[in-house]
């Protein structure tokens, strides 16, 4: 793609689909997320989180088409496999000696393809009806798309909703997850660090029950969170007292991010951050997202980007097995039809 930034995205369950253009290639950022417009913000927040101003909003209904039943071309990149084992092994030693207490780590993976993006998001927008479906691109920031399960936050009015995204477990038809003390515990830690974050800042906090919740080829553990605003709460305090969470970086949450930074191996740029709707309309309504199960699209192919959460019960191999798993929603949707 070429030219002016814009966005095409489609909100969990809505029929209908907007696309923002700016009309200029200006690289804008937003500070205090005061500001209108769609927010695409990376996983290392340091006040460069890009704005792409609404100078042009267009809205189409959308329906569903039947999915395409190609069989998949593309499989898991099986490489870097002793790389990532190795991570997890560090991981589990800092956990082992109470450096940490979770951690999120992940893998960069980078695939060849001739699909186009119009297609691609096509083929997301078919594919996910319930997760948060986009295409960005600017041309100072890259080409981004991606089928997030998991809101960051919204605001409406003064009520707040977020929600706890943790534990993965592959579908398979007909059959319900199994979840284990791994999953639910990681589960647990989420949750009460949304809690205690938002506590200082909101006032009637709401948690809801934990249940299983389908995204595209997995099962995760959800659990809803609301409140009310308090008068004097800030935007900009709530996102970076909730950024990262646990369910893309760990806890404590400065020593993993350390961690993730110095050990990882590669930079994360947007993925595990967030985007979404700032103010835009008359409602004023904040809509944000976790940029999860999303890829970089580049000249000669993609980069998909996959992770995992370690904690004192993970075994290595299964955490691989994890990720490959995650990494084909994303490449289910490179296939070629035969």
Known sequence: MQGHPVCLYRKPHHGEVKVI???????????????????????????????????????????????????IKLEPDETSKSNHLGLVKKGLKAITEGVLRKVVLSRKMDVKHQVSPEILILRLLNAYPSAFCYLFFHPKVG???????????????????????AGTLPYQPGVGPEWGQKE???QSLVTDFIK???????????????????????????????????????LMNIIKSLHPTPAVCGLPLDASK???LEHEGYDRTYYTGFLGELRMGESQNISLYVNLRSMELTK?????????????DSIPENEWNEIQNKSKTMLSLLQIPT
């Open 258 to 260: 350390k961690f993730i």
């Open 143 to 165: 080409l981004w798309c991606g089928a997030s399960p998991e809101t960051f936050l919204q605001v409406k009015n003064n009520s707040l909703k977020t929600m706890s995204l």
């Open 21 to 71: 253009f700016q009309d200029s290639d200006e690289l804008i950022f937003t500070k205090d997320f005061e500001n209108k417009g769609f927010v695409f913000a990376p996983f290392d927040l340091k006040d460069n989180a890009v704005l792409l101003r609404p100078d042009k909003i267009k809205k189409v209904s959308y329906r569903i088409h039947e999915e395409n039943n190609a069989v």
């Open 300 to 312: 000669n192919g993609a980069s998909i980007y996959v992770g995992g959460g370690i904690t004192a």
């Open 196 to 234: 205690k974050r938002l506590s200082e800042e909101v006032d009637t906090l709401e948690v809801g029950g934990t249940e299983s919740s389908k995204a595209g080829l997995l099962w995760h553990l959800k659990t809803e969170i609301k409140a009310k605003l308090l008068p004097n709460s800030s």
């Open 184 to 186: 639910l515990d990681e």
